[in-house]
């Protein structure tokens, strides 16, 4: 019976002794245009209601702003990635941070002033990610990004599908991260060594019902989740100014010619 990589989390904790020995991301550290560049630029609010970003071509999420003047993600390290537990193949586009070359690439099928929808086809035709990135605006802004997995095959297929972000809060690459099932956050405290005039937070959650099982993730690195092994990286937390990362993972079956939905949101704090 297959084991379930999200089950199996708990004892990926217990051995981190084993951790070094897992494969290293092996992706290509020269990021596509298309994956750190901004191509579509979003914004709501003002003062502490204020949220602005943009997105690429390729569906990275990049220049979290807010509150106003206030960065949560500033620089190009953000993306997705899919594990094909079936066939033991990984497919990821981290921005700057890192992209596996087995992705065609992208389309934009439609933007609005809220909203951008992208899909995008693995290079071997089996997978096809279609995410929708809207702006919620608000006393509680946060962006929604609803990642539909379609299985292009005539064959149910197990899959990972993974979100991560590089969070430098307020520019400082060292923060205190943490994580829960639903999701994990990066923060500056009052009384961090930095010494901001202002500390806030960034948190990357499942939003609403999710059929798929999930677990969120906080690294004390920068480097993006390797996509078929996501707790190497599996350090005991609450992690304390460090230079880490957050991300969430999805897994499930997937039938064939079907798709699994799963909506995730950037929701400042």
């Avoid at 991260?177 to 930095?194: C, G, H, M, R, Y």
């Avoid at 005039?197 to 019902?209: D, P, R």
Wanted: glycine share 8%; proline share 7%.
């Amino acid at each position: 019976m297959k084991r379930s990589v999200l089950a199996l989390a708990a004892i990926a904790f217990s051995s981190l002794c084993f951790a070094a020995d897992a494969p290293a991301n092996k992706t290509n550290p020269d990021a596509p245009l298309s994956s750190t560049a901004c191509q579509f630029t979003f914004s709501t609010g003002t003062a502490n209601t204020f949220l602005r970003y943009c997105v690429t071509s390729a569906g990275n999420i990049l220049g979290l702003e807010s509150p106003e003047g206030h960065f949560m993600v500033p620089d190009d390290r953000e993306g997705y990635a899919i594990c094909d537990e079936t066939a033991n193949a990984n497919y990821d586009d981290y921005g700057s941070a890192g992209e596996s070359g087995s992705w065609e690439l992208p389309t934009v099928l439609s933007h609005t002033a809220k909203s951008v929808k992208i899909a995008r086809t693995t290079g071997d035709g089996i997978w096809t990610l279609t995410q929708t990135i809207s702006l919620m605006g608000g006393n509680t802004p946060m962006v929604k990004d609803t990642m539909a997995l379609k299985n292009n095959t005539s064959v149910p297929r197990f899959a990972l599908l993974l979100r991560y972000a590089d969070t430098d809060i307020d520019g400082d690459q060292t923060n205190n991260l943490d994580a829960t099932v639903e999701s994990a956050s990066a923060w500056n405290s009052v009384s961090a060594p930095n010494e901001n005039a202002e500390a806030h937070g960034l948190m990357l959650q499942n939003v609403g019902l999710s059929h798929p099982t999930h677990q969120a993730l906080a690294q004390n690195t920068s480097v993006g989740p390797f996509p078929c092994n996501p707790f190497a990286v599996f350090p005991p937390a609450p992690l304390v100014q460090v230079d880490g990362s957050v991300a969430i993972i999805y897994e499930a079956s997937v039938g064939p010619k079907a798709s699994v939905t799963a909506n995730v949101g950037y929701r400042p704090f």
